[in-house]
């Protein structure tokens, strides 16, 4: 297993090289999961210990407390530079779920992450997607090339076979880079395990529910569980039969809602 999780851990850090090497002006979108926590690790990993690029958490207003808590103590630990985008129009405008989740999604996430990609001219940014997450990233690239608005033509996509990476793109294509794509959510478990990452406290089981997957109040929800360690979340997992993201209500909200919204510009 050892050997397993290093090949991932190699993979990782030279895509995070290799794009750093390729592209300017990149940031690393940070949504406070498990996920994009352990691709901090791995950032920190390939850069000795620094993040040469800032994080991007996108705020809807509608995160768990905890979330934030955890979000600012640990990028002050990292010493890592965040940007916190909004889109301020739509929050004062009183955007929510109840105008339908879809909408809601596309206003407070998606384009309040354009509209940050814009402020700050962001050329790229690394996000922690992974293919068996959901049915829409399983048809992504490491190097995913997106158009002038940041929108992702998923039946256009580049050729990625054995491993060979495109880097090169025309002048002012926008590029997602994802770093751990090719893991699974079990990798992620045991290489948090392995490495003693310190997670969001919502992952474990509190009066025998806990989170599965992180995203906003009212659209995320815990699972049965009373898994309380990482460990005991391994055993949970190697069990399990029902999706990741069975918590998250966007991805259930009508066929294809998920890749509807990715096309847009969605992380």
Not at 232 to 237: A, G, H
Request: aromatic share 10%; proline share 5%.
């Amino acid at each position: 297993m050892n050997s397993h999780l290093d090949e991932l851990e190699a993979q990782s850090i030279y895509i995070f090289r290799e794009a750093y090497r390729k592209f300017e002006n990149l940031a690393m979108l940070y949504s406070v999961g498990k996920d994009s926590t352990t691709m901090i690790h791995l950032a920190r990993k390939a850069f000795f210990g620094r993040i040469p690029f800032p994080l991007v958490h996108i705020d809807t207003t509608y995160k768990y407390p905890e979330m934030i808590e955890y979000r600012d103590r640990m990028t002050r630990e990292w010493g890592a530079d965040l940007i916190v985008g909004r889109n301020e129009a739509a929050i004062a405008a009183g955007t929510g779920p109840e105008q339908g989740r879809l909408d809601c999604c596309a206003k407070l996430k998606t384009d309040g992450l354009s509209q940050t990609i814009e402020r700050h001219g962001f050329n790229g940014l690394f996000l922690g997607i992974r293919r068996d997450e959901e049915g829409s990233r399983a048809k992504e690239r490491v190097f995913s090339p997106r158009d002038k608005n940041f929108e992702w033509s998923y039946k256009d996509q580049p050729p990625e076979l054995w491993d060979q990476f495109n880097t090169t793109f025309a002048p002012g294509t926008h590029i997602r880079v994802h770093p751990i794509l090719h893991w699974t959510e079990l990798d992620i478990w045991l290489y948090i395990q392995r490495e003693g990452i310190e997670l969001c406290p919502l992952y474990f089981a509190r009066d025998g529910k806990r989170f599965r997957s992180l995203g906003c109040m009212p659209c995320t929800g815990p699972i049965q569980s009373n898994a309380v360690t990482v460990e005991e979340i391994i055993e949970e997992l190697r069990a399990i039969k029902t999706p990741e993201r069975a918590g998250r209500a966007q991805d259930q909200e009508n066929t294809y809602a998920m890749q509807k919204l990715r096309a847009k510009g969605y992380m």
